[in-house]
């Protein structure tokens, strides 16, 4: 039986850096990619890692810059306020490709960057933002919180709504196959990148 040839970049670190940001835009882009949903690690008060999913909503390579959203009364917007720092990582099955990014969040609510992804957020979406009471309030049931309709959501949940731009600072790449695993990392050096293979 035939292996799947090796992918274009599987030697070539230059390419495998295109190919890395280019899953990245895919998974800000479809639903179904690996890449959709990446974990993010923030730091909690108490000074431990806390996850979470997100939903990854942009990837700009230019910029070397991420974008995912959150209710800005969540835990996870306190925490992004606090410190900065944060990784995030994500593995799709199907490419067999794991990608790990670390780097520092910031929290937009009032400015241009919050005003175009909220514009760009569908009426679905805005309806989580309407939500209460907000996210982590302890409940005496389970569905003793109220969500408005979608017509309401622009009004009750703009309010709550968050854009969270990740700054990458660090880059990991592994590319699994048993003819040989691929890894590779690269750092920002100011406006650019450095980078080289690992082993895996």
């Keep these: 039986m035939s292996r799947a040839p090796l992918p274009a970049y599987y030697d070539d670190l230059d390419a495998t850096f295109a190919a890395l940001w280019g899953h990245l835009a895919d998974g800000a882009a479809h639903g179904r990619s690996g890449f ?3 974990v993010v690690a923030t730091l909690g008060a108490a000074g431990g890692p806390r996850l979470r999913t997100v939903v990854l909503r942009a990837a700009d390579r230019d910029a070397g810059t991420l974008r995912f959203h959150c209710d800005r009364r969540s835990d996870k917007a306190a925490e992004i306020l606090a410190n900065p720092a944060c ?4 593995y799709d099955e199907a490419t067999k490709i794991q990608i790990r990014i670390e780097g520092r ?7 241009a960057v919050a005003e175009a992804a909220w514009a760009g957020s569908r009426a679905m979406s805005r309806v989580c933002y309407g939500s209460e009471p907000g996210p982590g309030t302890a409940l005496p049931a389970g569905d003793a919180y109220a969500l408005p309709d979608e ?3 622009g009004a009750l949940g703009r309010p709550h709504f968050a854009a969270v731009l990740v700054r990458v600072e660090r880059l990991d790449f592994l590319y699994l196959d048993r003819r ?3 890894r590779a990392a690269w750092h920002r050096c100011g406006s650019a990148w450095q980078g080289g293979w690992l082993a895996p």
């Design 87 to 90: 990784a995030l990582t994500a």
């Design 105 to 111: 969040a910031a929290l937009h609510v009032d400015d």
């Design 36 to 38: 959709h949903l990446p």
């Design 151 to 153: 017509a309401a959501a």
């Design 180 to 182: 040989g695993h691929r």
